[in-house]
């Protein structure tokens, strides 16, 4: 919308899903192979990733301190799915062990808060979505990626993707962007340091 405005953007930013349409903008993917591999990631979810129940929760709570109670995990599998800021992550994890986690974090943090992700077919970012890694990986080689246009703050890889940075081109960057821990604060300081943000 705001390019049809005539307005040209500087650096680009969306969180875990959201970075398609940011690839989109940047020049990296065209709208119809964006809309193609969210198709067919859409379906693979469906097709793949229906043996498991696995969910996603919000919490507040310095991410220092969910490293340290993550880490003392031994009865849950619960994994840090999304870096949002420095006070508020996403975790992923079987619905029984999110919620028997969320309990040891009441024990040391009463005061957190914790709010349980429901609508959706897999919980992202995490082990739950491996089943389709291979079929998506070959979904992204059949499509273009080109060097982006403008700087890019990256979640997968949690840092400042200059024009024409490569690492936005390579054919696993999505199947990263869907798998691995979104560590989109990360990018977020890593621009802020580099630049004058105002």
């Known amino acids: 919308m705001w390019i049809s405005w005539g307005l040209t953007p500087v650096v680009l930013a969306g969180h875990s ?13 065209s709208i119809r192979d964006a809309l193609k591999l969210v198709g067919i990631h859409a379906a693979l979810i469906r097709e793949k990733c229906a043996g498991v129940v696995s969910k996603m929760a919000a919490l507040r709570l310095p991410l220092a301190d969910v490293c340290g109670l993550l880490s003392q995990q031994t009865a849950t599998q619960v994994e840090l799915a999304c870096i949002n ?7 992923a994890g079987t619905p029984k062990d999110l919620s028997s986690f969320y309990e040891e974090v009441l024990k040391v943090h009463p005061s957190a808060r914790w709010q349980l992700i429901d609508n959706m077919r897999a919980a992202f970012h995490s082990r739950f979505v491996e089943p389709i890694r291979e079929e998506f990986l070959t979904a992204c080689q059949n499509v273009d990626f080109l060097p982006s246009k403008v700087t890019v703050l990256s979640g997968p890889l949690g840092q400042t993707c ?4 490569n690492a936005l081109t390579e054919k696993d960057y999505l199947v990263r962007h869907y798998r691995d821990t979104n560590c989109f604060d990360e990018a977020v300081q890593d621009h802020a340091l580099h630049n004058e943000v105002d």
């Open 85 to 91: 800021s420095e006070t508020q992550v996403t975790l």
């Open 17 to 29: 899903f959201g970075e398609y349409s940011v690839l989109v903008c940047a020049g990296v993917l």
């Open 162 to 165: 200059q024009p024409g940075d």
